[in-house]
Nanobody, 115 residues
Framework: QVQLVESGGGLVQPGGSLRLSCVVS????????MGWYRQAPGKPRDMVAE???????NYADSVQGRFTISRDIAKNTVYLQMNSLKPEDTAIYYC?????????WGQGTQVTVSS
């Protein structure tokens, strides 16, 4: 069974940085379309960043140039480096592994950007 565990969230001041990690067990991340999503209170869950094949990446317009998604196949881990954080980045961040009709989610990690 595929399991995803996120970590790295927390409280940070505006302009600060955080790095989220998503450790995957049960299968190699190399065969999955990996992504980070976020959900703020009262809002839908939105895509933040996606990566596939270690080369192709895609970002939401709101985070382009500030966030970077990457993966380490040896560690079976996907990362989200978040720089120049803004209060509007506050949300629960979820990791997703997708392949065809199979989608797996982590439990989420809270990111709060506030002074």
């Amino acid at each position: 069974q595929v399991q995803l565990v996120e970590s790295g969230g927390g409280l940070v001041q505006p302009g600060g940085s955080l790095r989220l990690s998503c450790v995957v067990s049960g299968s190699s991340i190399s065969i999955y379309f990996m992504g980070w999503y976020r959900q703020a209170p009262g809002k839908p869950r939105d895509m933040v960043a996606e990566i596939i094949s270690g080369k192709w990446t895609n970002y939401a317009d709101s985070v382009q140039g500030r966030f970077t998604i990457s993966r380490d196949i040896a560690k079976n881990t996907v990362y989200l480096q978040m720089n120049s954080l803004k209060p509007e980045d506050t949300a629960i961040y979820y990791c997703k592994a997708g392949r065809g009709q199979d989608n797996y989610w982590g439990q989420g990690t809270q990111v709060t950007v506030s002074s």
